[in-house]
């Protein structure tokens, strides 16, 4: 429907009525872009091992092996 189609009594009725718009900021402040940056939420550190929080075993046993792997890597090079 555009304008030429609203029947008079219609567009009466509509010119009674006053509306005020704000103000509204379409582009964010320097300081808004900041604290969004800061407070955005971490990732989770353990999703590159693909461990989830019931998986208790991986939890345990990739230290043990990154420990076992850098204990036996100087053997290598001798």
Do not use: C, G, H
């Not at 900041?34 to 590159?48: D, S």
């Not at 929080?53 to 990154?66: G, K, Q």
């Amino acid at each position: 429907m555009n304008k030429q189609e609203i029947p008079n009594e219609l567009k009466k009725r509509l010119e009674e009525f006053q509306v005020k718009v704000p103000n509204i900021q379409t582009k964010k402040s320097r300081l808004d872009r900041l604290t969004n940056w800061i407070y955005a939420p971490a990732r989770n550190p353990l999703e590159v091992f693909n461990i989830k929080v019931n998986s208790f075993t991986r939890v345990v046993f990739y230290p043990l092996i990154l420990i076992l792997v850098l204990f036996f890597t100087p053997i290598f090079f001798i």
